[in-house]
């Protein structure tokens, strides 16, 4: 690493606050679980155009996207990349977003395997019928080699003001051998912001905070992640809630305020920290050392193994947890959530209604209800118990 990219690292602004703990753990009222589609194969993210209240998509990790329409799974996929996508473990067909501008212009943003294992986020175009894009419409916005078969990341989000929000693991193995999150010159380990215009084609804005600097990659937003699998927007403060799935002992999920439009970077901490620990070097990995963004959330390995991030809720229906956060764990099958207010995270709880096998992701539908999914092949909608 060239010694003025060091510099650059060490100079990053940032903020650190740590929480943790249950309180209220049965609460006033519980919420439950409502099957949406059931019978689908690995399925592992449920989402929506903004603009669209009657349907809903799912991605499945071995390459098709399928529609649910007014409570109906339709047997036509809207989009098969089965042919173009390595899958199993951590690789596979694993985000979507559609563009902030789909009811006019069309388009979707994937993020997948390909073949060989490397990441490709690619725009595709939906066709005249509504129900089906075009496999035959790629445009390769990001191509980036991936050195293992792990630690892909997956998630992709347009977010405030239009941007697509990438969000790469750091290259995987374990313990990031290759240094790749700290590396202003690799887009590994890093959250991305990008542009996408209405023919599919992306770019780096010009606002990011990177641009025109020597030796860093400028559509780098933000670096120090390990593996953002899903991270989220608050669609009415604009906050941004980031869970990164830890090495060994602890998970963590970040909140970040004024984000969006900021136009400067955060430093994660990993690999020098693992959640709220040192890591690598343990020696000076202090946050006061490298300036460091600290996770507002953080559990234990005895808890679970992989956290899944979920969503702030909006919706109309369950006014009595607007403006709350819900995320879950892989292993541990709970749900917890919290509301963040004044650099805290207060009124912390766990949901008994909303434990399921396997959690591989939340999602949102257009009116900001929210939805959780089952590895095992069950996508819910979060309802109020009677």
Known sequence: MPPSSRVLLLGLLATAACGNGMTDPTGTFDLALEPVATGLSSPVLVTAPRNDPTRLFVVEQGGIIKVIRNGQLLATPFLDLR??????????????????????????????????????????????????????????????????????????????????????????????????????????????????????????PAGNPFVGQFAVRWEIWSLGIRNPWRYSFDRVTGDFYLADVGQNTEEEINVTTGLAGSGRARNYGWRFMEGSRCFNPTSNCTEGIFNLTLPLVVYGRSEGCSVIGGHVYRGPTLTDIDGVYFYSDYCGGWVRSFRYQNGQATDQREWPGLKVTSPTSFGEDATGELYLVSGQGTVYRIIRRN
């Open 83 to 204: 042919s173009r996508v390595s899958t199993g473990g951590e690789r596979g067909l694993l985000g979507l977003t559609f563009h902030a501008n789909y009811a006019t212009n069309g388009i979707l943003v994937v993020n997948y395997t390909n073949l060989v294992g490397d990441t490709r986020v690619s725009s595709f175009k939906v066709t005249s019928n509504p129900e089906v894009a075009d496999p035959g419409s790629e445009k390769v916005i990001l191509a980036i080699q991936q050195p293992y078969p792990n630690h892909n990341g997956g998630h992709v989000t347009f977010g405030p003001f239009g941007y697509l929000w990438v969000g790469m693991g750091d290259g995987g193995s374990a313990g990031d051998p290759g240094g790749r999150a700290q590396d202003p010159q690799s887009l590994l380990g890093k959250m991305i912001r990008m542009s996408v215009e209405d023919d599919g084609t992306g770019s780096v």
